[in-house]
């Protein structure tokens, strides 16, 4: 994988994360009462963790996507998106987050 | 097994705390001239290079036992915050774990704007990201102690 490819993955990692997160296009989910993962909802498997298949979603798609990205392009992202992204999608999350405090 | 695991996890939560906060004073400034005098000086005057590797396993090892972690605290704890109508305990938590995941998203930027030569037109995108980390790093461990001791905080 070339290196400027990570520069990619850190721009969308986190937005991709959010994606997931707030369509529930979380890759598998995890019951841990039961032990078992599914790809799809199991109601009476009691709790559900999403979290490990929100993470998953945002990896594959974010390495698939730097993967494909032509070296000549991820070369001239300017380093401050690499910082800038994951930011703003720190504070977009902060901002939908603040529900659970109102 | 569960309390091993905790008390591990929380002694690589310090380890990395210790080392992401020197490289997040490091990346500041120096004032121009004169020998570090003050212990705030002596702490960020380090070779902040040196930390990345480390921080970057100390990240991966610490999130990997939060993830083996997460379990009991979905069936034990989260059940009794909702009983006791804790939402910004729950909050908390449900920041804790985007945050991680925006860490974990980062980390290969952040491996290679540390790359030496440091370039010199990095060096801004360096230091955001560098406190970006530090900053997930310090919520996910005073928000995992507060959540540890949640029995004994609440009324």
Same mark, same amino acid.
């Given at each position: 994988?070339?290196?400027?490819?990570?520069?990619?993955?850190?721009?969308?990692?986190?937005?991709?994360?959010?994606?997931?997160?707030?369509?529930?296009?979380?890759?598998?989910?995890?019951? @841990?009462?039961?032990?078992? #993962?599914?790809?799809?909802?199991?109601?009476?498997?009691?709790?559900?963790?999403? *979290?490990?298949? *929100?993470?998953?979603?945002?990896?594959?798609?974010?390495?698939?996507?730097?993967?494909?990205?032509?070296?000549?392009?991820?070369?001239?992202?300017? @380093?401050?998106?690499?910082? +800038?992204?994951?930011?703003?999608?720190?504070?977009?999350?902060?901002?939908?987050?603040?529900?659970?405090?109102? | 097994?569960?309390?091993?695991?905790?008390?591990?996890?929380?002694? +690589?939560?310090?380890?990395?705390?210790?080392?992401?906060?020197?490289?997040?004073?490091?990346?500041?400034?120096?004032?121009?001239?004169?020998?570090?005098?003050?212990?705030?000086?002596?702490?960020?005057?380090?070779?902040?290079?040196?930390?990345?590797? @480390?921080?970057?396993?100390?990240?991966?090892?610490?999130?990997?036992?939060?993830?083996?972690?997460?379990?009991?605290?979905?069936?034990?704890?989260?059940?009794?915050?909702?009983?006791?109508?804790?939402?910004?305990?729950?909050?908390?938590?449900?920041?804790?774990?985007?945050?991680?995941?925006?860490?974990?998203?980062?980390?290969?930027?952040?491996?290679?704007?540390?790359?030496?030569?440091?370039?010199?037109?990095?060096?801004?995108?360096?230091?955001?990201?560098?406190?970006?980390?530090?900053?997930?790093? *310090?919520?996910? #461990?005073?928000?995992?102690?507060?959540?540890?001791?949640?029995?004994?905080?609440?009324?």
């Amino acid at each position: 994988m070339k290196t400027s490819a990570f520069k990619i993955v850190a721009i969308l990692f986190g937005a991709v994360y959010g994606l997931a997160f707030y369509y529930d296009l979380a890759l598998f989910r995890y019951y @841990p009462e039961t032990n078992r #993962f599914h790809w799809q909802t199991h109601p009476d498997a009691g709790p559900v963790i999403l *979290w490990y298949g *929100w993470l998953a979603t945002a990896g594959l798609v974010s390495t698939a996507i730097a993967l494909v990205v032509p070296r000549s392009i991820s070369d001239r992202i300017p @380093p401050t998106w690499v910082w +800038l992204a994951p930011a703003l999608t720190t504070l977009a999350m902060l901002f939908y987050e603040k529900r659970w405090f109102v | 097994m569960i309390t091993i695991l905790l008390i591990v996890h929380g002694l +690589l939560a310090v380890t990395l705390l210790g080392g992401l906060t020197h490289q997040a004073l490091s990346v500041i400034s120096a004032p121009a001239g004169g020998s570090p005098r003050s212990f705030i000086d002596r702490f960020r005057r380090v070779n902040g290079a040196a930390y990345v590797n @480390p921080i970057i396993v100390l990240f991966i090892v610490t999130s990997i036992g939060g993830a083996l972690l997460y379990p009991q605290y979905r069936i034990d704890v989260r059940p009794m915050l909702e009983e006791m109508d804790a939402r910004a305990a729950n909050g908390i938590f449900e920041i804790k774990e985007h945050l991680v995941a925006i860490g974990l998203g980062v980390l290969p930027a952040y491996w290679l704007f540390w790359q030496q030569p440091l370039a010199a037109a990095q060096s801004s995108s360096r230091r955001y990201l560098t406190w970006l980390l530090a900053f997930i790093v *310090w919520w996910g #461990f005073l928000i995992g102690h507060v959540l540890n001791n949640i029995k004994g905080l609440l009324p």
